[in-house]
């Protein structure tokens, strides 16, 4: 197994109240990314870290923000949740900027905001 | 910016050859990446180019031209279980990321 987990899986939550999802790796990988995937849209880069708190802004950062104070966990958070975060996320490690296996995913989290 | 582009759709017959295509422009280029993606999963790794040319794995085969910004990939013997969405992705630099395209949703039929 890719060693990645993801939790929760689902969540619903109403719109206005802050939500953490979390990211939880065994690989010891340097490179974690948060994607979210819509219809029509594609896989899209929120944030990213490529260490220890160290972190970047993706394409669609508004409304998010990140934190890794260790290697194996990468916590995304919504501050406070609006419909448009509505959304599949989906959590990726890579170990190298020349790794030939690109990204391995986790499962997903699934997030409803009413 | 960052752009690629993937046909929406396509369908084909079991046992046939599909071949679906990505146009990319991107500021940096560090390689070219084929994911398969079925419906409620995650993505899987199917590819990498990074020079031009075909890398052939199995049933599948990728093609990379640099200079006019394309890669296809090559289904062969196409199989039910081949029904799936496939996404083409660029690596550019700084960060290690990858810029996804839509995907493609192939759907495979009898």
């Known amino acids: 197994d890719a060693g990645i987990t993801q939790s929760p899986r689902h969540k619903v939550t109403e719109t206005g109240t802050p939500v953490t999802l979390r990211c939880h790796q065994t690989?010891?990988?340097?490179?974690m990314y948060w994607y979210r995937q819509d219809p029509g849209h594609g896989l899209r880069l929120i944030h990213y870290?490529?260490?220890?708190?160290?972190?970047d802004k993706g394409e669609v950062s508004d409304g998010y923000s990140v934190s890794r104070s260790k290697t194996e966990d990468f916590l995304l958070t919504l501050e406070s949740a609006t419909s448009s975060q509505t959304s599949v996320y989906f959590c990726?490690?890579?170990?190298?900027?020349?790794?030939?296996?690109?990204?391995?995913f986790g499962s997903g989290t699934r997030l409803t905001v009413v | 910016g960052q752009n690629i582009d993937q046909p929406t759709e396509m369908t084909a017959t079991e046992g046939a050859i599909v071949q679906i295509n990505c146009t990319y422009q991107?500021?940096?280029?560090?390689?070219l990446f084929w994911y398969q993606q079925h419906a409620g999963e995650a993505p899987t790794f199917l590819s990498y180019?990074?020079?031009?040319g075909l890398e052939e794995k199995g049933r599948f085969s990728s093609f990379l031209s640099r200079s006019k910004g394309y890669s296809y990939l090559l289904l062969k013997e196409l199989q039910m279980k081949d029904s799936a969405s496939y996404l083409c992705?660029?690596?550019?630099?700084?960060?290690?990321?990858?810029?996804f395209g839509t995907g493609t949703q192939l759907k495979v039929e009898l």
């Open positions: 990726a490690i890579s170990e190298s900027m020349q790794e030939r296996d690109g990204y391995t």
């Open positions: 690989e010891n990988h340097r490179y």
């Open positions: 870290s490529y260490g220890v708190k160290d972190t």
């Open positions: 991107t500021s940096g280029f560090n390689g």
């Open positions: 180019n990074v020079l031009d």
């Open positions: 992705a660029v690596r550019t630099g700084g960060g290690n990321k990858l810029t």
